[in-house]
């Protein structure tokens, strides 16, 4: 470690308690305004969304860029199985037979 | 926990303590790759009990590592911990506990714990849900890190099989009831392309963020 621990011990208290921030503020807002039912409803769907866009962008990306064939395959393999129902253990298992597999037979 | 065991079925149970398990093995290459990056294990520990958010600790070690100030390092991570806000918004009340107990279920807030809360049908399974999940990831993910910094060395690529691929499959495996609503799916389709054609041009964290922008798409 090349920096100075007391810097690093800084960054990581900043990084601590700004993700405990974001964790409690979304809720004490919600506590604070008393939501219709169809913006809760729509709440949840951002929810889904943001859900939705972490799933592309981890299993497509890697920093700025694509993070190869392997893992969006065993992704993809996984959404199928999920759509039709399969257990979810065999979901999560196969994405990583199919990503590793395919690791070995050289696509990356 | 008993509360936990009457409110969740067996099945219920058995996917949260797999992705828990999935969560583990993340924790392991993430404590590997810390320490061959020169950090002591004490920074990974440290980190993954009080962040516990895996993708900003990953962002974190290799910022630092690649030579970028730790106070900068942090403020990506933040960027990528953001969603939790919105996180907290769609969590009906009472979900993260009530009093001082809620102390704690604040910290617990995950994309695994909020996904299986969201998955349930009343506010009492989800609860219930949104418990389970998060302290089983307290658990695991800081004993991964910590195991998979003991280990160090020893530890090979754990891409090899195919665990990059889990956590994306996981939350895939859990939306996949709200994506049969076509409305839902569109946005939620539009939103992960949002996502992706941001990712090239912004840092980690925005591009997701961004990909609200689709909620429009939901009347």
Not at chain 2, 24 to 48: D, E, K, Q, R, T
Not at chain 2, 100 to 105: K, M
């Amino acid at each position: 470690m090349k920096e100075p621990t007391t810097l690093v011990v800084a960054g990581l208290a900043v990084l601590s308690a700004g993700t405990y921030a974001a964790r409690l503020s979304g809720q004490l807002l919600r506590a604070r305004i008393t939501f219709p039912p169809r913006v809760a409803r729509l709440l949840e769907a951002a929810a889904v969304i943001l859900l939705a866009a972490l799933v592309a962008t981890t299993a497509l990306t890697e920093g700025h860029g694509f993070s190869g064939f392997a893992r969006p395959a065993g992704v993809l393999v996984a959404g199928v199985l999920a759509w039709r129902k399969a257990p979810f253990l065999v979901v999560v298992l196969a994405a990583a037979a199919v990503t590793a597999l395919l690791r070995v037979l050289g696509v990356s | 926990m008993r509360s936990i065991r009457r409110t969740i079925d067996r099945r219920g149970l058995a996917d949260i303590g797999l992705t828990c398990l999935a969560v583990f093995f993340i924790g392991l290459s993430y404590g590997a790759i810390a320490v061959a990056s020169g950090f002591p294990l004490w920074v990974p520990a440290a980190l993954s009990v009080l962040v516990l958010a895996g993708a900003s600790e990953f962002l974190f070690i290799g910022i630092v590592a690649a030579g970028g100030s730790p106070i900068a390092a942090a403020l990506a991570g933040l960027l990528v911990n953001s969603r939790h806000l919105p996180y907290g918004l769609a969590l009906p009340p009472g979900v993260t506990g009530r009093g001082w107990r809620r102390l704690l279920g604040t910290h617990v807030m995950n994309d695994e714990s909020v996904v299986f809360a969201l998955a349930q049908p009343d506010p009492e399974r989800k609860r219930a849900a949104y418990w389970a999940c998060g302290l089983g990831v307290l658990a695991c993910w800081p004993g991964g890190a910590v195991f998979g910094a003991l280990i160090g060395a020893a530890l090979h690529d754990t891409n090899a099989f195919g665990l990059d691929a889990m956590f994306p499959a996981v939350i895939l495996a859990l939306i996949v009831k709200d994506l049969r609503d076509a409305r839902t799916r569109r946005a939620a389709l539009a939103g992960a392309a949002i996502a992706l054609a941001a990712t090239p041009f912004l840092p980690a964290g925005l591009p997701v963020l961004l990909g609200l922008a689709a909620l429009v798409l939901t009347p």
